[in-house]
């Protein structure tokens, strides 16, 4: 595609329900990383895959965060037992390299609301 | 625990100049700066980025002062489509390998007819 996707792009959850956001890379990143953005504020990293390696997860505020890439392509941010608190735009973002120096393609989000 | 700061928000008359300004004292050697900037309901958008000699492209352009402390991403003539919130970055290293950003608040650009 012609740039990071993701979806859905609106999800709204019952307190206690299990949400999957989805993101779809540009092809051949290395790359992909997950944000948290909630209102008002800038965005909050999350995690960071390397191809299908999560070679750093500091930023998920707790264990009922979990996200997986399997194949190294798309990736999968999961949220068990969603609270009001997890209320939030999930930003994804794939670069080419692992340096750093690259240009960082945000995808439009998923802004999930928790009831 | 950005490592840049900037100002909460800006006003800037349409045609005009936007100079957007970024302290960022804690800057290592190699490490570039970014901006980025975030239109309502959109992800951030890449606009330009450098390391010590100023840099110039389409959208904007980025003075950095000799000392690398601040910068200034300047909008040359400001549009109503450029109100957003600009973000400046620093980029920073992960142990385990790749780099994160962090964001800080951003300066929310109003540009005024």
């Known amino acids: 595609g012609a740039g990071v996707s993701q979806s859905p792009r609106y999800k709204v959850a019952k307190r206690g329900q299990d949400v999957a956001l989805r993101c779809d890379p540009i092809?051949?990143?290395?790359?992909l990383f997950w944000y948290q953005q909630a209102l008002g504020q800038g965005p909050e990293f999350l995690t960071y895959?390397?191809?299908?390696?999560?070679?750093?997860k500091s930023g998920l505020p707790s264990d009922r965060f979990f996200a997986e890439r399997p194949e190294g392509s798309v990736s999968t941010l999961k949220i068990q037992r969603t609270q009001q608190e997890d209320s939030a735009v999930y930003l994804c973002a794939s670069s080419i390299g692992t340096s750093g120096r690259g240009e960082q393609f945000f995808g439009p989000g998923t802004r999930l609301t928790v009831l | 625990d950005a490592k840049t700061t900037q100002p909460p928000s800006m006003d800037c008359a349409e045609g005009r100049a936007a100079n957007l300004p970024c302290n960022h004292s804690t800057i290592s050697g190699n490490e570039y700066v970014y901006w980025y900037r975030q239109i309502h309901s959109q992800g951030p958008q890449y606009i330009i980025h450098?390391?010590?000699n100023n840099e110039t492209n389409e959208m904007a352009s980025l003075i950095i002062t000799e000392d690398r402390k601040s910068s200034t991403l300047i909008l040359p003539h400001a549009t109503l489509r450029d109100t957003a919130v600009y973000y400046c970055?620093?980029?920073?290293?992960?142990?385990?390998?790749?780099?994160?950003?962090?964001f800080g608040a951003g300066t929310r650009l109003f540009v005024k007819a």
């Open positions: 895959f390397q191809n299908e390696a999560q070679l750093d």
């Open positions: 092809s051949g990143h290395v790359s």
């Open positions: 450098g390391l010590k």
């Open positions: 970055i620093v980029r920073v290293a992960l142990n385990t390998g790749g780099f994160k950003t962090i």
